[in-house]
């Protein structure tokens, strides 16, 4: 038997990301690259780490290999321990049989023995695909004083995006009196982030209940939260109001990476006092040649400018040959943007190669209708050949042909 643990985290990292298209066709969602040298996913391993949870579930379904492989022994997160640390939950760890996971509830029911092992009074229930930064454990406190069953992690949204969302309707002592799931006509802006801390002894039997219903979908949102709610169990909702950004979609994760660039964004990755870990292999400090034009971006190690470079993000490895041109863009590890190319809000893969006179994306201004326009996406590996365009909106996995 593990050592007691007062709470530990389970960390929802399975799911297939189909939104982000071909920047998950191999991946998992929380192993895409972000923010120059990070991916997803070390931004809730870091959250875990700093709040002092030190034993961590990750649930892997999809494409876990790279994630799986990124994970590792947990050291970079300090999360390589001989108690707890960090470990990877595959479906066919379970109590019985071989079954993928139907939803997020089944996910943590059929890792019913692993949270048992170390007996925690709390289990937060984490996604894998947020990118924000936040202390657990004053929410694990709040959640203590409230004497809650359940406690949800919320965020006050604009009132013209609260549709997108899971909502909540509360009381004066933020006690959750009703859920409103994406409703065409928000009563309220008080947004689900997707984080909960759960009281364990009481998830533990809607668990193993919600598994014993044939009707439901096995989901936390759907399922297992409204279950405790109409039960009365005591439903809190924890106030959150820094930087949150759920990257589900090509447009919010191309937002949440040029927001690093924005001083205006409460999101600093070079505060020390809550650091962001990650397992970056090393490279060489960047270069920056003469020819070269940068302003507001940042270079990951490794990569080499010798073009212009405005408003965008380069990961580590990245080469822009003299002559090209990288604005408002994302460009990941180990891409070639030869010379006269043109990339422009546009996300690019790792490993692909921009040839030369070749353009992707446009910027909207140069668009007749709006409409048409969206973030180009350039797959892992693609080479977009000499002269070819690659156009707004669009997503390319295979090499692009340019003119003959």
């Known amino acids: 038997m593990a050592r007691k643990m007062e709470c530990i985290a389970m960390l929802l990292a399975g799911g297939q990301g189909s939104r982000l298209g071909i920047l998950t066709k191999n991946i998992a969602k929380p192993a895409v690259p972000y923010g120059g040298k990070y991916r997803i996913i070390d931004f809730p391993l870091s959250n875990c780490v700093n709040s002092g949870i030190s034993t961590v579930g990750v649930l892997t379904q999809y494409q876990p290999l790279e994630l799986n492989d990124y994970i590792g022994n947990g ?123 759960f009281t364990w002894s009481k998830l533990r039997q809607y668990l193993i209940d919600d598994e014993a219903n044939p009707e439901s979908s096995n989901d ?37 990476n040029l927001d690093l660039l924005n001083p205006k964004v409460d999101l600093d990755l070079s505060d020390q006092t809550w650091k962001i870990y990650s397992k970056t292999p090393s490279a060489p400090p960047h270069y920056v040649a003469a020819s070269a034009t940068v302003q507001n971006s940042m270079i990951g190690e490794g990569s080499r400018v010798f073009g212009e470079l405005d408003f965008s993000i380069l990961f580590s490895n990245v080469v822009v040959e003299e002559g090209a041109v990288v604005r408002d863009s994302i ?74």
Request: overall charge negative; hydrophobic content about 40%.
């Open 331 to 404: 460009v990941m590890p180990g891409t070639v943007v030869k010379s006269g190319a043109v990339v422009q809000y546009a996300i690019v893969a790792e490993n692909a190669v921009i040839e030369e006179n070749a353009v992707v994306g446009e910027r909207p201004e140069q668009m007749e209708n709006l409409e048409d326009w969206g973030v180009a996406v350039v797959g892992s590996g693609v080479t977009v050949q000499k002269g070819a365009r690659v156009a707004p909106k669009a997503m390319v996995d295979e090499d692009v042909k340019g003119a003959e």
């Open 75 to 197: 050291q970079p997160w300090d999360l390589d321990r001989a108690n707890g640390g960090v470990h990877i939950l595959s479906p066919y760890q379970q109590i019985k049989g071989s079954e993928w996971y139907k939803g997020t509830a089944n996910a943590i029911y059929q890792n019913i023995n692993f949270i048992d092992r170390y007996n925690p009074e709390y289990v937060a229930v984490l996604s894998g695909d947020h990118i924000y930064k936040m202390d657990y454990s004053k929410m694990l406190e709040y959640h203590k004083e409230k004497d809650a069953a359940c406690t949800i992690a919320m965020l006050e949204v604009p009132w013209e995006e609260a549709s997108r969302f899971g909502l909540m309707l509360v009381d004066d002592d933020n006690r959750i009196t009703e859920f409103e799931e994406k409703p065409k006509n928000p009563r309220s802006n008080k947004a689900s982030m997707g984080v909960y801390i």
């Open 220 to 256: 936390f949102g759907h399922d297992v939260i409204p279950a405790m709610h109409n039960a009365g169990e005591r439903m809190f909702a924890y106030l959150f109001d820094g930087y949150w950004k759920d990257v589900g979609t090509i447009d919010s994760l191309w937002e949440a």
